[in-house]
């Protein structure tokens, strides 16, 4: 006798007997059974967004596409995902059935990074893809930009810009407000310090942020927080000042 087919044989009914039990376990009809409970999920980015599970249970409710007391068997979670998906802030939604009548939400929504506030009154948010977002009661600690901005330009250059700076606990705790000038070119209000920080021309932010860093560290440190009015870092290899 060949042991050793015996073996393998042993094994792949043992493994076939598995698999149609596993299959029958995972598959069980799901004829009268209801959805009793919703979980939801939102994905968390570098900054709060504006979404709360409440705001997604509202959703739910007012479009009438609540799972809860549903057959769980008529639930469409196609539909309950292109609903969400239409949402303002809603980027992604992906809805899936569990065991014992719950229905899982999982929420990638629109992450705001920067709030602009330009000199034609307009006021809204940009998302991390530089897209502008509709108004809302919602508030988060993001940095505010005034003055001379338009769309394209806050799409453009005011977005890469918001990214980068949230990449840094440093800059993301000190930046408080930018201010854009007639020229395109940007300058900075930092929260420690009685200066103004001129960036320039919003190109090679990071290198003019980390040039930026290096003085506060070694330089502001040793002289003072206060002892200038205005510190320019727009050309690159040096940083000048103004006393007050």
């Not at 570098?46 to 809860?68: C, Q, R």
């Not at 991390?128 to 009661?137: I, R, V, Y």
């Not at 949230?166 to 800059?171: E, M, R, S, T, V």
């Not at 070694?218 to 727009?234: D, I």
Request: aromatic fraction near 10%; charged fraction near 25%.
């Amino acid at each position: 006798m060949n042991w050793k087919k015996v073996a393998y044989g042993t094994i792949n009914v043992v493994l076939g007997g598995y698999l149609i039990l596993a299959m029958t376990a995972f598959n069980i009809p799901d004829d009268g059974q209801v959805c009793k409970k919703v979980r939801i999920n939102i994905e968390k980015g570098v900054v709060d967004g504006f979404l709360t599970e409440a705001d997604i249970k509202f959703m739910l409710n007012h479009d009438a596409i609540s799972p809860i007391g549903q057959s769980m068997e008529k639930i469409n979670l196609r539909v309950m995902e292109d609903i969400l998906e239409s949402k303002e802030l809603i980027e992604q939604a992906e809805c899936y059935k569990a065991q014992d009548g719950l229905v899982c939400i999982d929420i990638c929504q629109r992450i705001p990074v920067v709030r602009v506030m330009n000199d034609q009154g307009e006021d809204f948010y940009l998302d991390n893809h530089g897209k502008p977002m509709p108004g809302t009661d919602y508030s988060c600690n993001l940095i505010v930009c005034t003055g001379r901005i338009n769309k394209q330009y806050a799409e453009k250059w005011l977005a890469p810009f918001a990214n980068a700076v949230l990449l840094d606990p440093f800059w993301k705790n000190q930046i408080v407000q930018l201010n854009v000038l007639t020229d395109g070119s940007v300058e900075m209000i930092p929260r420690v310090g009685g200066h103004v920080a001129y960036l320039g021309q919003p190109t090679g932010v990071v290198k003019k942020l980390e040039r930026l860093k290096k003085f506060y560290r070694y330089g502001l440190t040793q002289a003072g927080w206060n002892k200038y009015t205005r510190v320019s870092v727009e050309f690159d290899n040096q940083i000048v000042c103004k006393r007050k």
